[in-house]
């Protein structure tokens, strides 16, 4: 047997290369289908293994092992872009999942009494994990994380305004994998005194297109993402009495190199197709010829973190944190353009520049909070939280532009054929907020605990004033109530509900509302063990009122959901939510100082239901339906219908098919409509 599948894998790349790799490919499938069951008949024959409930037993090390792998098949049609930028799954030979697990019972292993490894989505889908701990007790835990994330967006439709002309190419895409790996030691990770180590590092890398404003007008680049962070930890955790305490030093190093260019040998039209100044006596075309734009960023941020958490009585509870930080930042710029171009400050074309700029920053920041949770009585709860954060960014930046000039909006070529600009600007911007949150809870029976608190926020902002060397200061003060109750009517039924109401005395941003009222309520009701409905409910009414800023949000949502597991063969499962979502919110346009309104509604249905069956003892069968149905601003319908039977063969061996299809269909946009069948064959091995 093992022989056989040896040949399996080699012959796996022949199967599906070729023209006719996709026929193969789902012959493949059908074939796994139809064989799969024999495959524990084969290996019985050589002789089996023992129970995996156990283990593996070698001396007095138990192993566990579990190995799932096998291959899907893609069916597509329609838009692959926005197939791939919503679901991402292709075709070919997967490791599904694979998990190894090695212990000493006795904690009598020399180098280690744990050891666990896990891997899941392996072999070309968008996102991978594996995870590793090895541990020996009282001595060392040692946990490794990685996972690998392929972020994929080319929408055809978003903000393109060359749709109309043809052009399908998303003007804002991204096709980039973000890694990330963690590594943790932990010494004497049970004793009272505990040091601990940390590295993680995050990189980013992959292809991007975006636009850039230049010259009148705004063009479509290259901007592949090249960004790492790499951050150290060393702490330790020590318990003092009835006090746990823990002191870590951080240090994160950040770098971010950006080239963003236009391919060689082309010509740039940007996205305007009129002239530049059609009306003036010398009207031309703004076009772009070559550019390259290269920014080198470097940071380091050193982070402080204090805190700790105890009973100081059995009626009080306390707890805090403070963290420090100082990141500083160094900029590099450099841009080269050539073509024809347009600057308004001195309304003449310009055929070519070069620009260098050189900047730093810093962001030091301090952040504390603390908590305390008093019960004099056991029905009666009081909880204060109090939050402090400042922080300040501080810095300046010098540019210098050399620019080649043209002619003028008369078609005339006045002197100077030349310009050069240097520019400098510092800025210091500071932020004070404190919040303090109160909340009490009586029980006035068994059944029923009410709820009640006051939110109170503060924020400050210092910022350089817009004429003079002053500076301006921005105040805001904004108060919550809250309320809630906790219900139990019988054993089957529970209800929670909250609602809270707040105002501020003045408009401090535009996400941040003046007004806000939010309502949310959630019941369960059990009549039997294996029955459970279940109700969620979300109001929320929120406005800015303010001639410049006005946002009125109205948001209301709603979710029922049913579980029904009558017997250990048999669950159904059955939710609907409702989405009704209004906000509309007034632009200010920051060239022409225009007002415009923007609105946007949400009206959305899901519904969702899965079916599992075991009619035999070893065969499960499982169906489901989810469906999206829009009818607000993106109006558009989901279906993704789906399907598994998957066999357990005594002791060993899972073999499964599922079958799933994605319907999407964007009203009015057929372009971003598609089809997609996935097909998947799997076996999965214990040992």
Do not use: C
């Not at 703004?286 to 734009?293: D, E």
């Not at 006045?414 to 029980?443: C, H, T």
């Not at 923007?598 to 003892?617: E, F, K």
Request: hydrophobic share 40%; charged share 20%; no cysteine.
């Amino acid at each position: 047997m093992p022989a056989l599948i040896h040949q399996i894998g080699r012959r796996l790349a022949l199967l599906v290369s070729g023209p006719a790799g996709a026929k193969r490919a789902f012959a493949f499938v059908l074939l796994v289908g139809l064989l799969v069951p024999a495959v524990p008949l084969l290996w019985a024959q050589e002789g089996g293994a023992p129970s995996t409930q156990e283990g593996l037993r070698l001396g007095r090390m138990i192993a566990q092992s579990e190995l799932e792998f096998g291959w899907r098949q893609l069916f597509l049609g329609g838009s692959r872009d926005l197939y791939h930028s919503q679901i991402n799954l292709d075709e070919g030979l997967r490791l599904l999942g694979l998990s190894f697990t090695s212990r000493y019972p006795e904690n009598t292993g020399s180098l280690f009494d744990l050891l666990t490894y896990g891997m899941t989505s392996w072999g070309g889908d968008p996102y991978n994990a594996a995870s590793l701990r090895v541990e020996k007790r009282g001595l060392y835990r040692f946990d490794f994380g990685y996972s690998r994330i392929v972020y994929y967006n080319f929408l055809p439709t978003f903000a393109n305004p060359l749709l109309g002309r043809g052009q399908q190419l998303g003007q804002h895409s991204r096709d980039a994998a973000r890694r990330r790996s963690e590594y943790r030691l932990t010494l004497f990770p049970d004793a009272d005194f505990r040091l601990h180590f940390g590295y993680e590092r995050n990189t980013q890398f992959g292809f991007a297109l975006t636009t850039f404003p230049i010259g009148l007008d705004e063009f479509v680049l290259l901007d592949p993402p090249r960004t790492t962070t790499d951050e150290y930890r060393v702490g330790v955790d020590f318990r003092l009495g009835r006090m746990h305490f823990s002191v870590e030093q951080g240090f994160r190093a950040f770098k971010d190199d950006l080239h963003t260019t236009q391919p060689e040998g082309t010509i740039n039209l940007g996205n305007s197709p009129n002239p530049a100044n059609p009306t003036s006596a010398n009207p031309q075309q703004i076009f772009l010829q070559a550019f390259a734009r290269d920014i080198g960023i470097r940071g380091l941020a050193p982070t402080t973190r204090l805190g700790l958490h105890g009973n100081l009585h059995r009626t009080l509870s306390l707890s805090g944190r403070f963290a420090y930080s100082d990141a500083d930042v160094d900029i590099a710029r450099q841009e080269r353009a050539s073509g024809n171009l347009f600057d308004l400050s001195v309304l003449r074309y310009v055929t070519a520049y070069a620009s260098t700029s050189s900047a730093h920053a810093s962001r030091p920041s301090a952040l504390a909070d603390a908590s305390a949770n008093y019960r004099p009585h056991r029905r009666l709860t009081f909880t204060n939280t109090v939050r402090f954060h400042r922080f300040t960014i501080a810095g300046d930046v010098r540019t210098r532009t050399e620019q080649q000039l043209g002619t003028n909006l008369r078609g005339a070529l006045p002197p100077p054929q030349a310009r050069s600009v240097a520019e400098w600007l510092d800025a210091r911007l500071s932020v004070d907020a404190f919040s303090n949150v109160f909340e009490g809870a009586v029980e006035l029976t068994p059944r029923l605990v009410l709820r009640a608190g006051h939110r109170f926020t503060h924020r400050r902002v210092s910022l350089p004033a817009s004429e003079g060397d002053g500076r301006e200061e921005s105040n805001v003060n904004a108060h919550s109530v809250i309320g809630g109750l906790s219900l139990r009517v019988s054993p089957a039924f529970r209800l929670f509900a909250q609602l809270e109401w707040g105002s501020s005395d003045t408009v401090f941003t535009r996400v941040a509302p003046r007004r806000l009222t939010r309502v949310r309520t959630r019941a369960q009701y059990r009549p039997t063990a294996s029955l459970t409905l279940s109700l969620q409910l979300l109001v929320t009414d929120a406005r800015n009122p303010n001639p410049l800023v006005d946002n009125v949000h109205r948001n209301r949502g709603l979710t029922l959901a049913t579980v029904w597991t009558p017997q250990d063969r048999f669950a159904l499962s059955l939710s609907y939510t409702r989405t009704d979502i209004t906000s509309s919110l007034l632009v200010l346009h920051p060239r022409l100082r225009t007002i415009a309104a923007s609105r946007y509604v949400a009206d959305d249905n899901l519904v969702d239901g899965d079916l599992v069956v075991s009619p035999l003892r070893h065969l499960r069968l499982a169906l489901g339906y989810s469906v999206v149905n829009a009818q607000g601003t993106l109006p558009l319908n989901f279906h993704q219908p789906r399907g598994m039977i998957a066999y357990t063969f005594p002791k060993r061996f899972t073999w499964s098919v599922g079958w799933r299809w994605y319907g999407y269909n964007q009203k009015g946009l057929a372009l971003e409509d598609y089809r997609a069948h996935t097909l998947t064959a799997s076996l999965k091995i214990a040992f």
